[in-house]
């Protein structure tokens, strides 16, 4: 029976989107070229990552300080890739991942000008090549 009376929580009235932590990422993501595939194998990568490091801490013996909160959030996010795959659009799901951005040439005068400046740098740590004060 359904009373209209019990209280029935509106968990999008906790969710701010305008949040500025929320927008930092949202934007990294962006500037990122985050697409749904790679989304997807990312967050079930970290749900692989999360559950080695909790069988790894029960192995070692550790307190579970925060190992109940960590499998709740590891639990939502399985519950949140769950439903994007099944109410995300095909055509969203089927974009490509975009290629890595070119890395710039490194050239030799660099790489010696870097090598030089290092060489310097150490010089200068090094006891033996300081001048003695009188």
Do not use: C
């Not at 500037?31 to 790679?38: H, K, R």
């Not at 490194?106 to 004060?133: G, P």
């Amino acid at each position: 029976m359904d009373d209209e009376l019990t209280p029935q929580p509106d968990m999008g009235l906790y969710l701010k989107l305008d949040d500025p932590i929320f927008t930092y990422y949202q934007s990294h993501a962006r500037a990122a070229g985050m697409v749904f595939s790679l989304v997807v194998k990312r967050l079930i990568s970290k749900l692989y990552r999360d559950h080695d490091f909790l069988k790894r801490r029960q192995e070692q013996g550790k307190a579970p300080t925060w190992d109940d909160l960590l499998r709740e959030d590891m639990a939502a996010l399985t519950w949140l890739i769950t439903a994007a795959l099944k109410y995300v659009p095909d055509e969203l799901q089927r974009l490509p991942v975009p290629p890595q951005p070119p890395r710039p040439r490194k050239t030799n005068n660099q790489q010696r000008a870097a090598q030089k400046q290092r060489q310097a740098d150490a010089q200068q740590r090094d006891i033996r090549y300081q001048q003695e004060e009188k």
